[in-house]
């Protein structure tokens, strides 16, 4: 497949290996924008893909407070994201944001279990899935992310981490359940470093993420049809040789999502 680049950023053809999944990109802003910011980046988006016909599924992950402002983009060949929610219903959780409030807004994304949110919020792999259980119900499309700290990938522990983190994040669910499931591939070591990791290195992960929920579900159709997304470092200059990948879907982007071009 054939795409033209999602921003002014991308302006080059993006050659995705494979086509029966849809190619994500999806922009997270982490704890960056106001909303009059966050206002003007949509608008510089917006008008940088007005006129490209093939776009990949572009989603926007900003802050909570900017969510109403970049869901006015829904629709407009944008979809909205949040960056993380509690899995509660509703109660007394202080600070918290329920699935409910997002689905409101017009949010249709969730991130769950981002390395920020596990290495300085405590969450952990339980924790992941009952916010991904919470997600599925109220109909948000989950990029659950995934990845292994530098330490791990040292010590040759990538592997056994990225696996004990899909199995428990897609523990008791079916795949029925699981049908709108996106797996974020981050390296922990790559996130902000400008340390990209290497394109068949991150394809033989999301390979290796394809043959682990293959084998917990004892079906090879199933894990073909999950988008595999890589994060960590993505830019303009590096996104195309990613994409280019067997197994990689799409990209989740950090700094390079909060310029436009
Ligand atoms: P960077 O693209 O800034 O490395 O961040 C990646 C990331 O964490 C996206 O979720």
């Known amino acids: ?78 979809d909205v994201g949040a960056q993380n929610m509690d899995h509660h219903e509703s109660g007394a959780f202080t600070g918290e944001i329920a699935a409910n409030m997002l689905t409101d807004l017009g949010v249709t994304y969730v991130l769950i279990g981002h390395s920020e ?42 592997d056994s981490v990225i696996s004990r983190q899909i199995a428990a994040a897609l523990s008791d669910l079916t795949m029925e359940e699981l049908k709108t499931l996106v797996i974020a591939y981050e390296p922990v070591w790559a996130i902000g470093t400008g340390k990209v990791c290497e394109s068949a290195e991150a394809n033989r992960v ?8 293959g084998n917990l579900f004892k079906s090879k159709e199933f894990p073909e049809t999950i988008p595999v997304l890589y994060g960590g470092s993505v830019k303009a200059s590096n996104i195309e040789e990613q994409l280019a990948q067997s197994d990689i879907d799409g990209a989740l982007v950090g700094g390079a999502s909060l310029v436009a071009e």
């Open 117 to 158: 949110r596990r290495q300085f919020f405590g969450e952990t792999n339980g924790t992941v899935n009952l916010k991904l259980k919470t997600a599925l119900k109220h109909k948000l499309i989950p990029i659950v992310c995934v990845g292994e700290t530098l330490d791990e990938r040292e010590s040759n522990l990538a």
């Open 1 to 78: 497949m054939c795409l033209r680049g999602a921003t002014g950023a991308l302006q080059k053809e993006i050659v995705v290996a494979h086509s029966h999944r849809l190619p994500i990109i999806a922009g997270n802003w982490k704890m960056h924008k106001t909303t009059g910011e966050a206002k003007q980046l949509t608008e510089a988006i917006l008008q940088g893909i007005k006129n490209e016909k093939e776009l990949p599924k572009i989603v926007l992950c900003p802050p909570f407070t900017s969510l109403p402002t970049v869901a006015t983009a829904a629709g407009k060949g944008i």
């Open 206 to 213: 999301a390979k290796l993420i394809r043959t682990t929920i």
